[in-house]
Nanobody, 124 residues
Framework: DVQLQASGGGLVQAGGSLRLSCAAS????????IGWFRQAPGKEREGLSC????????YYANSVKGRFTIFSDNAKNTVYLQMNSLKPEDTAIYYC?????????????????WGQGTQVTVSS
């Protein structure tokens, strides 16, 4: 069975950093895209970043480009999201998701497998 577990969230001051982890089991990253999403209260789920081993592509939303970095450790079957220069507007529940596809999609509805999410709170 496919399982994803997001972790690493917490409380951080504006300008600080966090590293989120998405541990995967039941599949390997080859042929899958792994995406990071977030959802703040009252807002749509937002695609932040993704990585696809199938074509080596990555994607970053404009809101996080230059601040967040996605990378994977295939030996650990884990994808990370390094978040730097955090802002209060980054406060949200962060989710990782997976789908067998060759491209990086920013749309939540294109992903079938989801972790439970981890809360990130950035104080001003």
């Amino acid at each position: 069975d496919v399982q994803l577990q997001a972790s690493g969230g917490g409380l951080v001051q504006a300008g600080g950093s966090l590293r989120l982890s998405c541990a995967a089991s039941g599949f390997t990253f080859d042929d899958y895209a792994i995406g990071w999403f977030r959802q703040a209260p009252g807002k749509e789920r937002e695609g932040l970043s993704c990585i696809s081993d199938s074509n080596g592509s990555t994607y970053y939303a404009n809101s996080v480009k230059g601040r967040f970095t996605i990378f994977s450790d295939n030996a650990k079957n884990t994808v990370y999201l390094q978040m730097n220069s955090l802002k209060p507007e980054d406060t949200a529940i962060y989710y990782c998701a997976a789908e067998r596809m060759y491209y990086c999609s920013r749309y939540p509805y294109e992903y079938d497998y989801w972790g439970q999410g981890t809360q990130v709170t950035v104080s001003s």
